[in-house]
């Protein structure tokens, strides 16, 4: 009924940019809060950068003044916005989303709200 769905990872040399996608689609009724998380080789996933549905947001401090995470409510649609990239920065990026949708093939049927996990996309950054 729902996806959640990263894209616009890729390689990229240190000190370039790249812009994550997260599109969510399906009965959606709203894209509620929505973070960033990323994944690198051996290590825990850590929260990147998240934003609330009327615009709140927040950064870890090792991403401060280099990511803008931003929202697109009539795209159901999450970028985060990557400047002046690391080495370390290098990892599998995933978005988690709170999402309101449809439960039924009308609004008739109610709604209801549920955490979704997209499946990632790689960032690499090389020296």
């Known amino acids: 009924q729902v996806q959640l769905v990263e894209s616009g990872g890729g390689l990229v040399q240190t000190g370039g940019s790249l812009r994550l996608s997260c599109a969510a689609s399906?009965?959606?009724?709203?894209?509620?809060?929505v973070a960033w998380y990323r994944q690198a080789p051996g290590k825990q996933r850590e929260l990147v950068a998240s934003?609330?549905?009327?615009?709140?947001?927040n950064y870890a401090d090792s991403v401060k003044g280099r990511f803008t995470i931003s929202r697109d409510n009539a795209k159901n649609t999450v970028y985060l916005q990557m400047n002046s990239l690391k080495p370390e920065d290098t990892a599998a990026f995933y978005c988690n989303a709170d999402i309101t949708y449809y439960t039924g093939s009308t609004s008739a049927f109610g709604s209801r709200s549920s955490g979704y996990w997209g499946q990632g996309t790689q960032v690499t950054v090389s020296s």
């Open positions: 399906g009965r959606i009724v709203s894209l509620n809060a």
């Open positions: 934003i609330t549905s009327g615009g709140d947001t």
